[in-house]
């Protein structure tokens, strides 16, 4: 549809994500503090109807995300958005955009565009694209416990955990790990990423969900980007997500995680961990190997061990944390 011609891929350059501004940009936790910010309103997802220059009609999804002081970065997606529509094989394009005043400017390689009052147009010859901002939430956010759950933490207090620490929303900040110690469960947590635009790559809103306190489902502000192994839903060193089903800062998201921990006998091991990730309800692993331990926390070994959710020298946060232990 709008933009599927691989000439227009030509203008993706590579995102530079470097440390640098780790320790100078500014992190913020609260909602209605990050929409003082315009680009707040303006960063997010957008899905219409696209029109080919042959005159075929299709979905089409973008994700904006910000840069600061009114820049963005712009990805195209044909066929909707991640998870709903669009797949890693389709194409997807990357355009750059500006803030004046109460309009953004998008351009690159003969295409144009704009996006005002939550609606995006784009045009490049006679393909053309009206997209209008929405804002999804995951199938399972909210998910009450089942019977026989152990329920880690639901707002209201962090007993469960060593170093909990609460905000005024009723939410957790990362840096905890539970009292408990468990062996194989199907675990659900949910997550909401800090509002960080002057921030890039591991730098830009870090945290981790560690199982069995040595294997790590990375959490970061991976929003627009490819996915890879160090973004959301990434096992480092191990495996990228299938698809990045990251949502951008300040919404809630969901891990719905099946674990199954490593066997020893006799002090060696005699199968490695297992697991399946459903990330904003999409499988993202599907009852992946986990050869070894992950960095950041203590090595393989017999259980049961706890939960670990990494702080990284951010404050992204947690919330409605359950699971339920596998006989």
């Not at 990050?34 to 109807?49: H, L, M, S, T």
């Not at 069995?212 to 160090?230: A, I, K, M, P, R």
């Not at 992950?294 to 061990?305: A, H, V």
């Amino acid at each position: 549809m709008f933009l599927r011609y691989r000439c227009l891929l030509a203008y993706v350059m590579p995102a530079v994500f470097a440390f640098a501004g780790a320790c100078t940009a500014q992190e913020i936790i609260d909602v209605k503090e990050a929409a003082k910010d315009p680009d707040f309103a303006i960063q997010g997802e957008y899905v219409g109807e696209g029109v080919a220059e042959d005159g075929a009609r299709g979905k089409v999804g973008a994700q904006v995300v910000a840069l600061g002081e009114g820049k963005f970065d712009v990805y195209v997606l044909i066929g909707g958005l991640p998870g709903d529509g669009w797949t890693p094989d389709r194409d997807r394009v990357r355009l750059a955009a500006v803030r004046e005043g109460e309009t953004v400017r998008i351009e690159g390689e003969g295409a144009v565009g704009e996006i005002r009052g939550g609606v995006m147009t784009l045009q490049k010859g006679d393909a053309k694209a009206e997209l209008k901002r929405t804002v999804r939430k995951s199938p399972t956010l909210g998910k009450k416990p089942p019977e026989g759950a152990i329920v880690l933490f639901d707002g209201t207090s962090g007993d469960a955990f060593e170093g909990a620490r609460l905000t005024d929303d009723g939410a957790m900040l990362s840096d905890v790990t539970t009292k408990q110690k468990f062996e194989d469960y199907h675990l659900h947590l949910e997550f909401r990423l800090s509002w960080m635009p002057k921030a890039r790559g591991q730098a830009r809103s870090n945290s981790g969900v560690y199982l069995h306190d040595c294997y790590e489902v990375q959490v970061l502000d991976s929003f627009g980007l490819t996915g890879e192994d160090d973004e959301c839903g990434g096992i480092y060193k191990v495996k990228k997500p299938d698809v990045n089903m990251c949502l951008p800062p300040l919404t809630w998201q969901t891990y719905d995680i099946d674990f199954t921990a490593p066997k020893y006998a006799d002090g060696k091991k005699t199968a490695n961990a297992r697991l399946t990730v459903r990330h904003n309800g999409v499988v993202i692993h599907e009852d992946l190997e986990l050869p070894g331990a992950t960095p950041g926390r203590q090595g393989e070994g017999p259980g049961p061990r706890p939960l670990h959710l990494q702080g990284h020298g951010n404050k992204v946060v947690y919330g409605n944390i359950w699971l339920v232990p596998k006989p």
